[in-house]
């Protein structure tokens, strides 16, 4: 079945802990993405990877990091959370293509919360 | 800068009814206006999505209209049903970028019995 799982769920954490949540996906995409959704805001991009170590910010980029070592992979760092990330976290991965568009596949979502 | 504006923020509506949900973006370079649907618990799904050379475009009960002139693109389910409750995005993007997606706030539909 072709998916996107991202790992864990669910996460609290304290103030500056360090975390990595983890996004995996089996269609062989080349693109992924890491976004936040907030009440209100909607989802906003956090971070975009080409393909295998090209990455780029996205609208939010602050306070993470990100790295694409295999193409399969896209994992989300928080080197030193913060409450202001609370927030429900997805991954999402897209094909390349020529001129056309395709779609974005989004994960299940990752509910974090920092205390 | 919010790029992409959506209305309303929650909708109700009957069973049978038509629920419309509008965006409106600001970059007149955006070509590729997408609808996402997210059930609780869930990722946003792509729902229907449409170019700026066509005007209308319907997939079941799912149509979006566009008018580039205004810079507007609207959501229309027809005979909407109960399973249609959940939350609607509007997004926009340039083709060629379409990983760089931009959404609008969010809908949250409720289709009563």
């Known amino acids: 079945e072709a998916q996107v799982t991202q790992n864990p769920r669910y996460l609290i954490t304290v103030t500056g802990k360090k975390l990595t949540v983890t996004c995996s996906q089996n269609m062989n995409h080349e693109y992924m993405s890491w976004y936040r959704q907030d009440p209100g805001l909607g989802l906003r991009q956090i971070y975009y990877s080409m393909n295998v170590e090209v990455t780029d910010k996205g609208d939010v980029p602050e306070g993470y990091k990100v790295s694409r070592k295999e193409k399969r992979n896209f994992p989300l760092i928080l080197e030193s959370p913060s409450p202001n990330q609370t927030s429900l976290y997805f991954c999402?991965?897209?094909?390349?293509?020529?001129?056309?568009?395709?779609?974005?596949?989004f994960g299940p979502g990752t509910r974090l919360l920092v205390l | 800068q919010q790029q992409v504006k959506q209305s309303p923020q929650s909708l109700i509506v009957q069973k049978g009814g038509i629920s419309i949900i509008n965006c409106a973006y600001e970059n007149t370079a955006f070509d590729y206006f997408p609808w996402y649907q997210q059930f609780p618990g869930k990722g946003p799904a792509l729902l229907i999505a449409i170019r700026p050379d066509v005007s209308e475009k319907k997939e079941g009960r799912f149509t979006i209209s566009f008018n580039k002139s205004a810079k507007q693109f609207s959501l229309h389910i027809m005979d909407s049903q109960p399973g249609d409750s959940a939350t609607y995005f509007c997004a926009a993007s340039r083709m060629d970028s379409s990983y760089k997606l931009i959404f609008g706030s969010g809908t949250r539909l409720l289709v009563r019995p």
């Open positions: 999402a991965s897209s094909a390349a293509s020529g001129s056309w568009v395709e779609t974005q596949y």
